[in-house]
């Protein structure tokens, strides 16, 4: 069956920065570029698609779940992991 509907936006564009976590260490880097893969898993009209961006200065190809459009939702994203390392409350 056809895949039905249009490719959504990228949600962080081409030349704005990404924040993001490379050797254990919070970077920023300039996205230089996007490729998305659209698979249809269920067989049906409803694809999923995966992005990847491209960084300056990293050869690594960056999944959309690694890299995040400001400093603050990666602070977020560390505070949750650590909390799910050392519970509140603990």
């Known amino acids: 069956m056809a895949l ?10 081409v030349g704005t920065d990404a924040y993001f976590i490379h050797n254990n260490i919070p970077q920023k880097a300039k996205v230089i570029g996007t490729s998305s893969e659209i698979t249809n898993p269920s ?3 409803v ?3 995966k992005i990847n961006y ?4 990293y050869p690594k190809l960056f999944k959309s779940t690694e890299i ?3 400093g603050y939702d990666l602070i ?3 505070g ?3 909390d799910i390392i ?5």
């Open 86 to 90: 050392i519970p509140q409350g603990a």
């Open 54 to 57: 491209y960084l300056e200065g």
């Open 4 to 13: 039905s509907g249009k490719p959504t936006p990228t949600g962080i564009q």
């Open 80 to 82: 949750s992991l650590i």
């Open 76 to 78: 977020v994203y560390l």
């Open 68 to 70: 995040f459009p400001d």
């Open 43 to 45: 067989e049906d009209s």
């Open 47 to 49: 694809g999923v698609a």
